[in-house]
């Protein structure tokens, strides 16, 4: 299908709903849902590459074993039902019967073992810590897992939603170069919904995964994720219907409260409660002046947090105290406080010797400005104003997607953006970035700035293993105490992402993994 | 000097300079009209024009649009000037080279020429600049890049049509050597017509320049009047005044310069002038 037949189907489809039957009660089967994926994914096989646009999208083509509600309990996913040995080391998962992929294998607990022991821990990098906990991982009968683990790990249970731990088939994987399978293109899961195609630059279209396991789920019959690069266009989308879903930055903050005011569209910030997503200005540790603790202090006076919670983010933000998100249970907020402080920015520079030279300027540093949208252009103007008032001049410098990955995987950067989702514990979604075990080249979303303290690493690990809440609770007060003190990232805020959906349309937030979840029971009343 | 007064009595030619001259006023002075930097947040975001101390009002950041517009004008100004001047150079030289020396060396610069020419100089310019990052030096080259094949193709039919001039061949007679003909004598005599053609192609460079920035393809770290309209594109429909006024600021700017342009075209080539013929 190129774009004008594609036009005219949409055109088509359009017209048809006023005929179409729809029943009265209950989920009805049927209808289209028109979203927004921005910017365009590199690729859809989420098991092999994390950014946000890829995981909403894949969510929906990959599904893995368990779901999390928003209290983060865990729910039945491709799993119906789960079991923990007494002393923690033992969980039996038991599949649900008559689940196939997308090409109609079936899909068994061979694939499980496959995907999280062999693919997940070579390409997925929060994967891969998880994993490494395993012992040895079996699969029993085709309906059953068994992961035996090393030592008790408090949230394993928590480690198989479908961003974290996607199930991709074996029969297509195993020999192969993973990343480089020419079936990657498919992206064959065994999700509610199935690539149809994509037109680069244009949409990406799923259908219905006729075989799917659960009774009359899907409901709906496709997605469509058209690539809207421009956010006032995607706003317009969303006002006048074109579109009936918009998750993360599809649209700017400051249209939120324009939206609140129309009457056919809800507007939540619920949905997120399992990514908390949390944002800093990351600074490469290995290079100077970064490489100095006073430096990366200085950075956390020098930037007036309040201001860019409220000019960049418009309300939509918190000022984050430290790693961990103060959404999540271990948050501890008797932290050293930094308070927005020109003069003690300056007295840190120039106690390290970064004095200013004949013209005020101390030093000139790169900061690669993120492409996930305009506030992320805003934030990097904010940054480069903040760190100008004690004279240090940040050089802005644009990048599409794939060479801001590149870059800052491989630590080829001076400073950027970067925000990461704490996944609902600080094992699975804080320690990984500041563990000195998880400093691997290539991989994003690593521990990307080099950050590393043996203290730290004993700590994060020891509060891991521990099965007790309130010995938890203690250790990771004492890490994010250290933590605060070091700065290995500079916390800048806590986000409040919104999801604005056609009320039409029942279920879009059924979990706490909101618009990356299957919406296998996403129906159109 | 006759072209001095002819100019001076040209209305619209007159008009431009003057307007011109406004431009650059404003861009000489803008650090002591406004000391604090275009991009220091001065007031509420969104702040309307007229409030807060703000005329031209304030920026989603709350970036003063007034300054912007004033330090704006230092970037077009010189991205302008300095890019038609690359232009000119390339222009002059491939062009010289092809109308003085003629056949297979014509031959080979003007089917480049032609190269050029046909590819649409926007799309070229977006392809070079998303190549080497956007800085202040690659924008120049970039525009003056694409700018050339005008320049190119007028430079070598004033060449060909003196080549053959009796000055010319007396200066071959007297033995004087090639660079000095063309330098000394051929190049004085076509340099009219070159000069109006630069001067407008300082409009059509302030022109992409913006084109760029709108993109997102600018300096990141000027602020310009196409990357303000870039930015304010976006919250149109809340706040007008974000893009009007830098948009303004690109309409008189460049009409400005078209317009006296033209009144040099008018006063340097009266045979060919619209208004006198």
Redesign the interface.
Known sequence: MNRREFTQAMLAAGAAIPFSITRAVGQTRGGTLNTIIQPEPPLLVTAFNQQQPTLTLGGKIYESLLKYGADLKPMPGMAQSWEISPDGLTYTFKLFPNITFHDGKPMTSEDVVFSCMKVLTETHPRARQNFARVASAEAPDPLTVVFKLKQPFAPFLGCFDCTSAPIVPKHIYEGTDYRKNPLNDKAIGTGPFKLKEWVRGSHVHLVRHDGYYLKDQPYLDEIIYRIIP???SR?LALENGTVQLAQWTDV?F?DVQ?FKAQKNLEVTTKGYEYFAPHQWLEMNNRIAPMNDKRFRQAVMHLIDRD?LA???Y?GSAKVATGPISSKTKFYDGKVKRYDYSIDKAKALLDEMGLKPDANGKRAEIKYI?PPYG?SY??A???F??SF?RVGIDL????TDMAGWAEKVGNWDYEMTQNLLYQLGDPALGVSRTYVSSNIKKGILFSNTEGYSNPEVDRLFDEAAVTLDEAKRLELYSKVQQILVEDVPVAWTLELEYPIIYDKAFKNIVSTGIGSHETFGSVYKS | MDATRAFLRHPSGMVGLVVLLVVVVIALIAPIVFPVSPWEMVSAPFTPPGEDGLLLGGDTLGRDVAAGVAYGARVSLVIGIASAMAAMVIGVTIGAISGYFGGKVDLVLMRMTELFQTIPAFVLAILLVATFNPSLLTIILTIGAVSWPPLARLTRAEFLRLRNREFVEAALCQGEGTLRIVLGHILPNAISPILVVTSLTVATAILLESALSFMGLGDPNLMSWGFMIGAGRTVIRNAWWMSVFPGLAILITVLAINLFGEGLSDVLNPRVSRRRS
């Open positions: 421009d956010s006032a706003a700017e400051f324009r201001a409220k000019r960049v418009f400005v305009e252009q805003r990097g103007e904010f480069r104003q100008a050089v802005l410098v644009g």
